[in-house]
Nanobody
Framework: QVQLVESGGGSVEFGGSLRLSCAAP????????MGWFRQTPGKEREGVAS???????RYSDSVKGRFTISKDYAKNTLYLQMTSLKPEDTAMYYC???????????????????WGQGTQVTVSA
């Protein structure tokens, strides 16, 4: 299993935008569900967006309407476009690949592999 590499995090003000990227060096995840997760100290890692192998996206209620997940198959890269950011979006963000082509409706981490080091997103009020 190849470790994914997240990038694009940073510090923004309330209402700002960021685009996170997730690369898979030397490996293709075109046939896997992919997900974005976030975690804050003392809390469990939670899913915020996922995309099936056939590009069907899902979003948690906390980010629906503000975040957009997408895949660029040519670049073998997963993205998370984040807009209208809020302080409660502050977290370490991770991407991961599911063992299945379909993500399902669960936002847990079961079945996901390839966790990277994450990229920090900080939103100030």
């Amino acid at each position: 299993q190849v470790q994914l590499v997240e990038s694009g995090g940073g510090s923004v003000e309330f209402g700002g935008s960021l685009r996170l990227s997730c690369a898979a060096p030397g490996y293709t995840y075109n046939f896997n569900c992919m997900g974005w997760f976030r975690q804050t100290p003392g809390k469990e890692r939670e899913g915020v967006a996922s995309i099936d192998a056939d590009r069907f996206p899902r979003y948690s209620d906390s980010v629906k309407g503000r975040f957009t997940i997408s895949k660029d198959y040519a670049k073998n890269t997963l993205y998370l476009q984040m807009t209208s950011l809020k302080p409660e979006d502050t977290a370490m963000y991770y991407c991961a690949a599911h063992r299945s082509a379909y993500c399902g409706d669960s936002w847990g981490t079961r079945g996901y592999d390839g966790w990277g080091q994450g990229t920090q997103v900080t939103v100030s009020a």
